[in-house]
Structures are given as structure tokens and as C-alpha cells.
């Protein structure tokens, strides 16, 4: 298990890319939150296994259908032991 911290920029708030993330997530076994930022970007904590989550990056790269996905950057941090995995409303 490793945890990931993930920025995705582009179009991503208000065409779903946090609820699908949660779906994605949910179908992958991936436990963590996504949240949007104030810059217009999505915050998400990952954490799950290295397959699981090489597939949910590739999700964050496409994202949602009406989403517009410029960049993915992601870094490895400290397991939280997330149980589930949370859309955080503002």
C-alpha cells in the first residue's frame, strides 16, 4: 500500500471529476478524498495498491467526461489509512 498525493489542472471543477474519481476509486478498492482547490485545480489522496493505483492515474489523466485534463502531477507522502474514499464538499 502507498499513498498519493495528485493535482490535476485544466477543467476540472464542475463537470463531475470528483464524483467519477469516487466511482473509479470505489471499483478500484482505492481509499482517499478529492477535493477542489481554490486555484481551480482537484486535490485527491490516493492510497491503495501500486496496480490499483497506476490505473486510477491513468482515470486522472482522461477524467470525466465533460472535464478538459492539462496536466497530472502526483508525489508519494506518508499513509493516512483511509477506510473509504470521500468527496470533500467545500
Known sequence: MKHLDIIISGKVQGVFFRSTSKAVADQLGIKGTARNRPDGTVFIEAEGDDFSLELFLEFCNKGSDRAV????????????????????KR
Request: no cysteine; charged share 25%; proline share 0%.
Open 69 to 88: 485534463v492539462e496536466n497530472v502531477s502526483y508525489s508519494e507522502a506518508e499513509l493516512k489509512n483511509y477506510v473509504n474514499f470521500e468527496v470533500v
